[in-house]
């Protein structure tokens, strides 16, 4: 079913103006029977008060020792119990986990804001509501860095860091599922667990190499009992099986140690392999040196024997410790992917890193001479861990694959929670993983990566909206009648007429999103775009919107952001502003797909030049009452828009069967 709406002139319905700033408990409440609810909170707080604090003291670690080198006493959230209708009110302190183990920060608790420190008392019908309905995630617990993401004998496999005791990091082992087209996944028994003295402390980050005989090649990084970063070798049990149930660690493991001059906890998350022209295979591992991070480079003719290559694949001083290298090839000419051995004429490398130091994902494009086995970007100004990033909201230790059934590179990304731990082990999970993009160079520009939802993820459509050319004024709020918008994929762009753009002044004005106030900072060009995850009074929404100054020199300058600000009533959630600079060409329409599912807003600008993932929880926008609005809250301009939404079916995310895998 497709309804359609055009306007050349004005909207047929209201204005209303958009609430200033971000939501502040000083602020009045809305209406509708808030005074009872308040009573209800109070009352449940009161009584769970006791439970609270128990359930505080078990499930918080204790520190002993002092500084840097407190240690945590082990902790076990599935034993918690809370009640069946209230989280528990309690302080939060934060504290790290997984940075004394030798892996970046896992703990939310770094992200929250909140004014008064107090976790905010999040009800079961809630919580309920967080969880995606077409994104990948685990039955139950804590999820992280993909691993391992290959195409074999009709299945799409995924492998992921997983912990099976509970919703926070910690006793990491390797959780695994198949799909047959990205969206629809099968779970399966986990395929590596921390078994052996050389993972004892962690069965980490790894990749899949398939070799031109069918043989399947994993290696991952383990955290020995002496808590050493070494890489192991492992491979499947029975190659015959499409499904890859069982999983054979090599007898000799480790097959890499930390070399010298290496930290033994600044050695981790092995590449997929590429093949030289020597014939050998060749591997990079992300370390650092001092501050300077850097890519070790390995061949090796078996996997089991290595023989470290002179020099790094690229090193980069100021951006510490690099995770999850990746370090592909992309084509300058097609739009097909390339398998990573792939090299030569109209061919660009790809390097990309996640930072330790700040958690985000970095990427340079760029030239690499196997003889000498460099990387050298083409802009040094977006040199690798100081330029580009993949996305520039919560997204972190992205790894890509070569889908030789489709000729396509397929990126996966981990994107974690920004509410608080007590939420999350009240809900029994954390972290989700992205909707799998394709990865091209941007043939336009030449000079970064275009992301895009994999095609698959449009067999979850249904019934569809459309508004087509509607003017919409400066300073105006207008719903769009699409009925519930807890799962959408949106499609809309936007025009900014020429009369506007002509009379608005010149200015040296530079716009960053993190720091612009959010949609409700007004200016001549912006900011203009959608309100996701809204409801009906507007107490809760998370802007995704487009802000344009004119510079000194007469050239437009665009910026595409998404504003948590506003996104909920909660006080002990992230609220920030992401975004960055988007490319506008001159033929180019202001453009942007966004997939709203739950608690997740995945959002891509031009056609994936800058992408935008929030993490977002509301308290009123939520199951039949979470709405989208169409805003312009520019001063000046006046924004012809033609947005098309979909209603979005859930995927079928199923547990294993053994019965089953003889069928299959």
């Not at 509708?32 to 769970?48: D, F, P, Q, Y």
């Not at 383990?222 to 070494?230: A, C, D, F, L, P």
């Not at 716009?511 to 900072?521: D, I, R």
Request: some cysteine.
């Amino acid at each position: 079913m497709e309804r359609s709406l055009s306007s050349h002139s004005e909207l047929p319905c209201s204005y209303v103006p958009i609430p200033d700033g971000p939501y502040s408990p000083a602020e009045p409440d809305p209406p509708r029977h808030v005074a009872a609810k308040k009573v209800l909170l109070i009352s449940s707080v009161l009584l769970l008060l006791l439970l609270s604090l128990v359930a505080f003291n078990a499930y918080y670690p204790h520190f002993s020792g002092d500084g840097d080198h407190a240690s945590l006493a082990p902790t076990t959230p599935n034993e918690l119990k809370f009640s069946p209708h209230t989280v528990p009110s309690s302080m939060l302190k934060p504290f790290s986990r997984g940075v004394s183990s030798g892996v970046s920060e896992k703990s939310n608790n770094w992200m929250l804001k909140s004014s008064n420190g107090e976790s905010y008392p999040w009800n079961n019908s809630m919580l309920s509501w967080q969880r995606t309905a077409y994104h990948f995630q685990p039955e139950k617990n804590w999820m992280n860095d993909p691993n391992g993401p290959m195409y074999y004998k009709g299945w799409y496999h995924f492998f992921y860091q997983y912990n099976p005791e509970g919703a926070v990091w910690g006793s990491i082992v390797w959780g695994h599922a198949v799909s047959r087209d990205l969206i629809h996944w099968l779970h399966l028994p986990l395929a590596m667990v921390a078994d052996q003295w050389y993972d004892q402390n962690g069965v980490w980050t790894g990749s899949a190499t398939i070799l031109p005989d069918g043989q399947v090649i994993m290696l991952y990084t383990g955290s020995t009992n002496e808590s050493v970063q070494v890489q192991n070798l492992a491979y499947p049990a029975d190659p015959s099986d499409p499904l890859l149930v069982d999983w054979i660690k090599y007898p000799s493991n480790p097959v890499l140690f930390p070399p010298p001059g290496i930290d033994t906890k600044d050695f981790r998350d092995p590449t997929t392999a590429w093949l030289t022209s020597e014939g050998k295979w060749r591997i990079s591992i992300g370390s650092k040196l001092n501050k300077t991070g850097i890519a070790l480079l390995y061949d090796t003719n078996d996997f089991k024997t290595y023989e470290r290559v002179e020099g790094l694949l690229r090193a980069v001083p100021g951006t510490g410790m690099w995770e999850c290298v990746d370090f592909f090839p992309v084509s300058s000419e097609g739009e097909n992917g390339l398998d990573a051995s792939i090299n030569g004429e109209n061919v660009k490398h790809v390097v990309k890193v996640s930072l330790d130091d700040d958690r985000h994902d970095y990427y340079a494009v760029g030239t690499y001479d196997e003889k000498n086995a460099k990387f050298t970007p083409d802009d040094l100004n977006n040199d690798v861990g100081i330029g580009l990033r993949y996305d520039y909201g919560i997204f972190y230790a992205s790894k890509t694959f070569y889908d030789e059934s489709k000729g396509r590179r397929v990126l996966w990304s981990w994107i974690g929670e920004s509410d608080s731990e007590y939420a999350d082990v009240a809900k029994g999970w954390a972290s989700i993983q992205g909707i799998p993009r394709t990865v091209t160079l941007d043939k336009k520009t030449g000079s970064s990566l275009l992301q895009w939802p994999v095609a698959e993820v449009e067999s979850l459509r249904l019934g569809s909206n459309e508004f087509e050319n509607l003017k919409v004024k400066p300073g105006s709020v207008v719903p769009l009648e699409i009925g519930t918008a807890a799962q959408l994929d949106i499609i809309a762009e936007f025009e900014i007429d020429n009369k506007s753009l002509e009379m608005t002044a010149q200015s040296n004005k530079e716009y960053e999103c993190s720091t612009s106030g959010g949609a409700a900072e007004r200016g001549a060009l912006g900011p203009f775009g959608l309100l996701v995850l809204a409801d009906d009074d507007l107490s809760e929404y998370t802007p995704t919107y487009f802000y344009v100054v004119k510079g000194s020199d007469g050239q437009l300058k665009t910026s595409f952001c998404s504003d948590q600000l506003r996104s909920s009533l909660a006080t002990d959630v992230g609220k920030k502003i992401f975004g960055s600079s988007v490319t506008v060409l001159g033929d180019e329409k202001l453009s942007v797909r966004i997939l709203v599912d739950h608690s997740v807003v995945e959002s891509f600008a031009q056609g994936g030049r800058t992408c935008v993932t929030s993490r977002v929880y509301p308290t009123k926008a939520i199951y039949g009452a979470a709405r989208l609005f169409l805003f312009n809250n520019a001063t000046e301009a006046t924004v012809t828009a033609s947005v098309k939404v979909w209603q979005m079916n859930s995927a079928f995310i199923r547990p294993f069967n053994p019965q089953e895998s003889n069928s299959i």
